[in-house]
């Protein structure tokens, strides 16, 4: 194992100017995730070019099922990656490279497995998310090819975090630019000139990540690469997968709370969207509104992903100086974060709620009608948002410090505690509009629970 302790990019990591080291990691993150964005967006927004509305409702139905497989990759991912990151603040380079090996080997095998349960179950599990009989043959075609794709879904994600570890953001970044490349372009090719529908969104998809996944794997093959591949260290070693699954519980504990509360969110708005808005152009009031809250997880997605990958930017940095005892460092990069998402949140919120209109019009070209409801749920779902990074910045801190258990408390508290009876009571009184309102009085509560914890953890830790 070659030694790393005068690796400038490692190093820099305990050195470098906070602010300026959280920019390095976060702005590759941050448009990493803004063109991971494209994926759900361009695909919904071609869809609903070529396809309507009810591409759209179809494609929002199969969203439990892709957050479940995005928990598979976070799982091992995130925390491989903590636990990763944790080491090599130790210079405890071997261990890292042990952790690294198992990891691919674990989100390979969790692909295979979600796949498996996928095919044999889709059906069933699109008629408990909400699919009614006309979304669920546009729902299950998508969702079957999409699963052909769950390996490049697993390892793409869960190995660029390795690779922004390892002081390379813009390697990572440059491995998702080209996957949304491919994406936008076949989007286009197979939906508006083969006229594939949204079987060409999800061929799209799968092709474009393939491609991603080669260019990831390549980088773990390099010379230069601090880590690499290694045959000895991809043998799965108890203590390391376990701890590997311990840390990355909490997080994938949100993805999979998120994949059961879409779930029911779906079953809601089928429900009361049955109630309260009546037939239009073919269309049955529950996949109005299924396809409704699809644009406004479009447009939400634009706003969430960027902040969560300058948040996760942040991680890397945190792990490695609390593994290293660098406390003050820990508490610098904390405080740095929480302002700029905060300030970033309100801004993109402002501009959300005060052009919403614009936001939703390309989703539903020449549709009034699915135009107005989408604007009104909309600013209705998004109006706690500047709550949001409160929440997002006190988990990932929790998460960053090897503390898997209170992060997953508080992304219990966050998802299920707070968030399902809300969905559940609001809508006896308020109906529809009830099930858009649960989202932002969770968020406040969120937003509370996590100053709590995040106050206790710092007077704690040492000065």
Not at 20 to 29: D, L, N
Not at 239 to 267: D, T
Request: proline share 5%; net charge positive.
């Amino acid at each position: 194992m070659e030694d790393l302790t005068e690796n400038k990019k490692l190093n820099a990591m305990g050195t470098a100017s906070i602010p300026k080291i959280i920019m390095q990691f976060s702005v590759p993150a941050i448009i990493s995730m803004l063109i991971e964005a494209l994926y759900n967006i361009v695909d919904r927004y071609f869809v609903g070019q070529g396809v309507g509305s009810l591409g759209i409702g179809g494609i929002t139905i199969c969203f439990p099922i892709a957050l479940f497989i995005m928990a598979m990759s976070m799982i091992v991912g995130v925390g491989g990656n903590t636990l990763f990151a944790i080491r090599l603040g130790e210079k405890k380079y071997q261990q890292a490279a042990i952790i690294l090996n198992n990891s691919f080997v674990l989100l390979v095998i969790m692909a295979v497995g979600a796949f498996t349960l996928g095919q044999v179950f889709m059906d069933p599990l699109l008629r408990l998310f909400g699919a009614s009989d006309q979304l669920l043959p546009v729902a299950s075609s998508y969702m079957r090819i999409i699963l052909f794709g769950a390996v490049f879904q697993t390892v793409t994600p869960g190995m660029n975090h390795f690779i922004r570890s390892m002081g390379h953001p813009k390697t990572a970044m440059s491995r998702t630019m080209i996957a949304c490349i491919c994406n936008v372009i076949l989007d286009w090719l197979f939906i508006m000139k083969f006229h594939w529908g949204v079987e060409g969104a999800a061929w799209a998809t799968v092709i474009s990540q393939c491609i991603g996944t080669l260019f990831v794997m390549q980088f773990f093959f390099k010379k230069t690469t601090p880590i690499k591949f290694n045959r000895r260290y991809m043998k799965l070693r108890f203590p390391f997968v376990r701890r590997i699954f311990i840390l990355g519980l909490p997080p994938s504990v949100m993805q999979i709370s998120n994949s059961l509360l879409n779930a029911i969110l779906a079953w809601s708005l089928t429900t009361y969207g049955a109630k309260s808005l009546q037939v239009v152009n073919g269309m049955q009031g529950g996949d109005q509104a299924i396809s409704a809250f699809g644009i406004i997880n479009s447009v939400v997605t634009i706003v969430i992903l960027p902040l969560l990958g300058f948040v996760n930017g942040s991680q890397p940095i945190i792990g490695y100086n609390y593994g290293a005892k660098n406390y003050s460092r820990v508490r610098g990069a904390f405080k740095f974060t929480m302002i700029y998402a905060t300030v970033f949140i309100f801004v993109s919120w402002i501009i959300i709620m005060t052009f919403t209109p614009s936001f939703v019009a390309p989703f539903a070209p020449g549709d009034e009608n699915m135009q107005n409801l989408a604007v009104w749920a909309m600013r209705i779902f998004l109006c706690m948002l500047p709550f949001v990074p409160v929440g997002m910045v006190s988990g990932n801190f929790f998460q960053g410090i090897g503390k898997p258990w209170q992060s997953m408390f508080f992304n219990a508290c966050r998802q299920l505690i707070i968030l399902v009876p809300f969905l559940i009571v609001l809508p006896h009184f308020f109906e529809l509009k009830g099930v858009f309102m649960a989202q932002p009085c969770a968020d406040v509560g969120a937003a509370l629970v996590a100053t709590v914890m995040a106050v206790r953890e710092f007077r704690k830790m040492p000065r």
